[in-house]
């Protein structure tokens, strides 16, 4: 989970997965009052905070500032992005990187035939040479858990009880894209931190094995 999150410190959008952890109790097998516990990873959630915007001076690139997400149409249904970096494709649809059409309010795809630059207000409005295209479609969902990554910077509704709705108080903002969010210090030293720790954990096993042999040895000696 580290690595990956540290792969994708350059990829726009791109969330970092974090742990829930909880408590495993040992049984209490020597009469101890209190038993031996440890932290236990339970499961992974993603962290969805918001990255760092730049700016591009690419007018095809979009970043929102807010809580909510680009729909665009994916293979098998409706995604969900934070990665705004789109392309107008040979057919003149406005599309994502992978080729996904961007989605306007009513699942419509935003089709243009002319080269002239798209103009979109902070309320995702798209107009071109002053004629109004559509509306982006900006999604939100209330409950983040039921998200599921599909890819680096997309996510679909895992869940059925998961419900997009059009988002309130996101602004798009034109000619910039959201960077990760990822703390790349911070990934660095916990993925150190676990290495040494693997390394220990590597070594003390190492150190049982060898006290096993010598006590069979030494067992083996005293019958003979």
Excluded: C
């Amino acid at each position: 989970m580290l690595a990956n999150n540290l792969a994708n410190t350059e990829t726009g959008g791109y969330k970092t997965d974090r742990e829930f952890y909880s408590l495993y109790v040992a049984p209490d097998a020597t009469g101890v009052d209190s038993a031996a516990t440890m932290p236990v990873i339970e499961r992974p959630w993603t962290d969805f905070s918001q990255g760092v915007i730049r700016p591009t001076g690419n007018p095809l690139d979009f970043a929102l500032s807010g809580k909510g997400f680009f729909a665009v149409n994916g293979p098998d249904g409706p995604l969900y992005t934070r990665q705004g970096a789109f392309r107008i494709s040979s057919a003149g649809v406005l599309v994502t990187g992978e080729g996904y059409p961007v989605r306007l309010t009513g699942g419509k795809q935003l089709q243009t035939t002319s080269q002239a630059p798209l103009d979109v207000a902070a309320d995702g409005s798209v107009s071109q040479e002053g004629q109004p295209l559509g509306k982006l479609e900006i999604a939100s969902v209330a409950d983040t858990s039921t998200l599921a990554k599909q890819g680096s910077s997309y996510f679909v509704l895992a869940e059925s009880s998961g419900q997009a709705v059009a988002a309130a108080g996101v602004e798009v903002r034109q000619g910039k894209l959201e960077g990760s969010n990822v703390a790349t210090a911070e990934s660095a030293v916990r993925l150190v931190s676990v290495l040494r720790q693997f390394e220990m954990l590597h070594k003390a096993v190492s150190i049982g094995d060898e006290m096993n042999k010598k006590a069979a040895q030494e067992v083996a000696r005293v019958s003979s």
